[in-house]
Nanobody, 122 residues
Framework: QVQLVESGGGLVQAGGSLRLSCPLSGRTVSSYSMAWFRQAPGKEREFAAAISWFGITYYTDSVKGRFTISRNSAKNAVYLEMNSLKPDDTAVYYC????????????????WGKGTLVTVSS
């Protein structure tokens, strides 16, 4: 059973920074991408960032230049460094796993974490 457990969320002032972590435990296939999604209050869940098996990174336009996705050398944990935070970044942030060596935003995710809340005050 694969488990993803997000941590690092909290309350921060606009312009501040947070670092989210998401370790993966359990048995998976040999190659997968990992991603961060977010869901703001009253809105649908949206893609934020992803990192493919080969380390290629992808970002939604609204976070480019402010957020950085990375992972550990064992490829079983993903991180999201968030800088210059804005109130619009307030959301529950979820990490997820997609099987395969390349990232495909239109493809489904295999596993999801339960999320961590990030609140950015103005």
């Amino acid at each position: 059973q694969v488990q993803l457990v997000e941590s690092g969320g909290g309350l921060v002032q606009a312009g501040g920074s947070l670092r989210l972590s998401c370790p993966l435990s359990g048995r998976t296939v040999s190659s997968y991408s990992m991603a961060w999604f977010r869901q703001a209050p009253g809105k649908e869940r949206e893609f934020a960032a992803a990192i493919s098996w080969f380390g290629i990174t992808y970002y939604t336009d609204s976070v480019k230049g402010r957020f950085t996705i990375s992972r550990n050398s064992a490829k079983n944990a993903v991180y999201l460094e968030m800088n210059s935070l804005k109130p619009d970044d307030t959301a529950v942030y979820y990490c997820a796993v997609q099987y395969g060596t390349t990232w495909n935003e239109r493809a489904g995710m295999k596993y999801w974490g339960k999320g961590t809340l990030v609140t950015v005050s103005s």
